[in-house]
């Protein structure tokens, strides 16, 4: 993997047109129109599926919703290049990430409800729950991945994070320790040019990838919003990790078109002009554009990948307004995986309140 690079990689503009280069471009030369199909449908799914909760906050079946919008291209592009064992830890945003590892649809929205601790079998999907502490997920997946390496198994491990993750004490001693340990880790940091309100020029002043390089681990520059060239860097990473030679870091350059979470106004601290420049960067479109211009995509395609996302959000929305309300006492369960003494007093102390007030 190069140490450094002076402009993102690139391998499809905009207008779907290829970009030769002779470095990253046979890292998906096997990739042809089945492969490319499933990707472009992939994002149009994860994209639903965010609408679709999405909409389901806003008419108050969920408690929050954190959108990817715009990001499906960083996500599916990086998901597709993972091997079944490999495992991904997560931040609060990657269901496109989700999609790809087999997580159902019926089980998305289970934590957003607040009907149970967490979404999914983490350990069925091969990828954790999502992860509110901002850059905790970074050291999870270095401690995974050195452990995995002791063991002798030839995984690798992914840790998903946003630009304002990279500001966290978290996510800079994760780095140190997979770069001294040489971890078989993949720090891929989904550059979406705003934590919340403040924009990434705040975080860094100088491109986030190059933080990687203090460490001693290469670091690299994609267009996020491209996803065969996200998944041409992302071969390169994970191979990199599993071959021995340590830690790697990818900076996605993408963009948040829709707010934060659902309990953010975005309209309060940035411009109509700059998400109307990132619309037109749009990663659907750009994909859509690819298979147009390589004549592989038709009508019948188009409805069928419709008919696939529509199926999907179907399933969402009636799995959401399903789920059973818990026991209040289900709240301790699951907290820790053995029995614990403060856990239990608190147990008995909230159950005590419930028959005070007559529950």
């Known amino acids: 993997m190069p140490e450094k690079n002076t402009y993102p990689v690139q391998l499809v503009q905009p207008d779907g047109r290829r970009v030769f280069d002779p470095v990253h471009a046979p890292l998906v030369a096997d990739i042809g129109a089945a492969q490319l199909r499933a990707m472009y449908s992939d994002m149009v799914v994860a994209r639903r599926i965010d609408t679709e909760a999405t909409a389901l906050q806003r008419q108050g079946q969920l408690g929050l919703w954190p959108p990817l919008l715009g990001q499906e291209a960083a996500q599916i592009g990086s998901a597709h290049a993972l091997n079944p064992d490999d495992y991904a830890f997560c931040s609060y945003r990657e269901a496109g990430v989700a999609l790809c590892r087999g997580v159902a649809p019926e089980d998305m929205t289970r934590l957003w409800r607040g009907v149970a601790h967490s979404c999914w079998d983490a350990d069925a999907v091969k990828m954790t729950n999502p992860a509110i502490v901002v850059g905790a997920q970074g050291l999870h997946a270095t401690g995974y991945a050195y452990a995995a390496h002791l063991e002798g198994s030839e995984i690798a491990t992914i840790a998903y994070f946003g630009d304002g993750a990279t500001s966290q004490g978290d996510i800079a001693e994760a780095l140190g320790f997979a770069a001294s340990w040489s971890a078989p880790v993949v720090f891929f940091c989904q550059n979406n040019h705003w934590a919340i309100s403040a924009p990434v020029r705040v975080q860094s002043a100088t491109p986030i990838a190059r933080r990687a390089l203090g460490y001693g681990i290469p670091g690299v520059q994609v267009d996020g919003n491209d ?133």
């Open 227 to 359: 996803a065969l060239a996200v998944l041409a860097v992302t071969r390169q990473a994970l191979q990199h990790a599993r071959s021995g030679a340590g830690p790697s870091f990818i900076e996605a350059i993408t963009y948040r078109m829709g707010p934060h979470t659902t309990a953010d106004d975005p309209t309060r601290y940035r411009t109509d002009a700059e998400l109307e420049l990132w619309r037109q960067r749009d990663p659907i479109d750009r994909m859509r554009r690819l298979l147009e211009r390589e004549q592989l995509s038709d009508s019948d395609f188009e409805t069928e990948v419709e008919v696939r996302a529509d199926a999907v959000a179907a399933r969402l929305r009636t799995a959401t307004l399903t789920m059973p309300d818990p026991e209040p006492g289900d709240l301790f369960e699951h907290v820790y995986a053995t029995p614990h003494r403060l856990i239990e007093e608190e147990r008995r102390a909230y159950t005590a309140y419930l028959e005070g007030v007559g529950r």
